[in-house]
Structure formats: structure tokens, C-alpha cells
């Protein structure tokens, strides 16, 4: 049947729901008639049954947003904050040891690293002072209580 290669379109349109009313009658009128577009029809739904397993785990974007106002994303985005600083801290700490072991160590590059780790204290210092302030004014702290 020369209609059958037309229909094998319309069926990969059946299958994402995007066919018009008039089109899925003419579809499944043809699939009552033809085994090979039903064997067709029967291979695309279940690859289109395992596509759609996948995107159902996917949580849509108003769910994304839903989460990411939640209170314990805020504890979740608090403590990657932390991780990044103890990792940092955890890098200075290193080259400081590193530093201090190497008594050949030019003076230039301890100047360095004291340079950084003043640096590190004032931005320490920085973003804590933010998140006491972010705290403080945090509208979620009142529905904990
Ligand atoms: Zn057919």
C-alpha cells in the first residue's frame, strides 16, 4: 500500500499528540485495515513509552521552581556555599603547610600567600556578614517556629 509510507508519518504524530481529531480517525481507520502499520504503530509506542518514562522522572520547571523556594533549598544552596569555602580553606590551609615545610620557600611567595589568606579572612568575613543580614530578613525563619 503506497499510503502506508503517508500513515507512518501521521503515526510518529499520533504518538506526540499532535495530530488533528479528522487526522487520528483517518489514522487508526488505516491501522484497522493494515497489520504492517499496527506492527509499526506497536514498535513506536513502546520506544515512546520508554521516552516517556524518562521525561515523567524529569520534574517540570514550576516544580524546579517549587523546590528551589523551599526552605531546605535554602540550607542546600547555605551548604554549598560552606563546601566551597571549606574547600578553599581546606587549598590555603595546604599551601600555607606547604609554605612554612619549605624553609628555601623565596620570601616573595609566603607575601603571597599571606596575601591570600587575608584576602580569603576579608571575603570570609564578607559573605558571612551577608548571611547574617540575609537571615535576619529571611521571611521563611518565621514559618520554622
Ligand atoms: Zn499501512
Not at 578553599?88 to 619549605?102: K, M, P
Amino acid at each position: 500500500m503506497s499510503d502506508c509510507k503517508k500513515y507512518k508519518t501521521l503515526l510518529i504524530g499520533l504518538m506526540d499528540g499532535e495530530l488533528s481529531p479528522e487526522e487520528i480517525h483517518d489514522v487508526n481507520k488505516h491501522l484497522v485495515k493494515c497489520e504492517l502499520c499496527r506492527n509499526e504503530y506497536d514498535a513506536l509506542s513502546s520506544a515512546g513509552m520508554e521516552i516517556e518514562k524518562v521525561t515523567f522522572a524529569e520534574p517540570s520547571e514550576a516544580e524546579l521552581n517549587r523546590l528551589w523556594k523551599a526552605p531546605y533549598s535554602r540550607w542546600t544552596k547555605n551548604s554549598g556555599l560552606l563546601m566551597i569555602l571549606i574547600g578553599w580553606l581546606t587549598l590555603i590551609v595546604y599551601a600555607v603547610v606547604e609554605a612554612l615545610r619549605d624553609s628555601q620557600e623565596p620570601l616573595f611567595s609566603r607575601l603571597a600567600v599571606a596575601a591570600v589568606i587575608i584576602g580569603f579572612l576579608v571575603l570570609l568575613v564578607n559573605v558571612l556578614r551577608e548571611r547574617i543580614i540575609t537571615y535576619k530578613n529571611d521571611p521563611y525563619k518565621e514559618v520554622e517556629r
